[in-house]
């Protein structure tokens, strides 16, 4: 079923949280940077510090549901397409039990 516990277990955590939630809305429109000097930002569209959305973002990227690209000194962070997939798949192993 789950082969791999612990990165199930991480993917799923990256859900578990609101802003989470928001951030990955956010991914859905393309890849975003974090900073305030771009134009599309990830904190001008939440209510939240520079500090939490580092910390989401690195839970995010950690579960590999977000890639984190550099450039630069600016991260620009995106969807991952497999890794969603894996999360999708775990959920229809659950719905056909």
Known sequence: ??????????IFKAFCD???LKILEILLTGEKCS?????NDILEKLDISQST??????I??????VNARKEGKWTHYSISKENVDYAISLLNVLKSS
């Open 1 to 10: 079923m789950f082969k791999d516990y612990k990165k199930s277990a991480e």
């Open 18 to 20: 609101e802003s989470r």
């Open 35 to 39: 900073c305030e000097m771009c134009g």
């Open 53 to 58: 959305l580092s910390h989401h973002l690195k």
């Open 60 to 65: 995010l990227v950690n579960s590999k549901i």
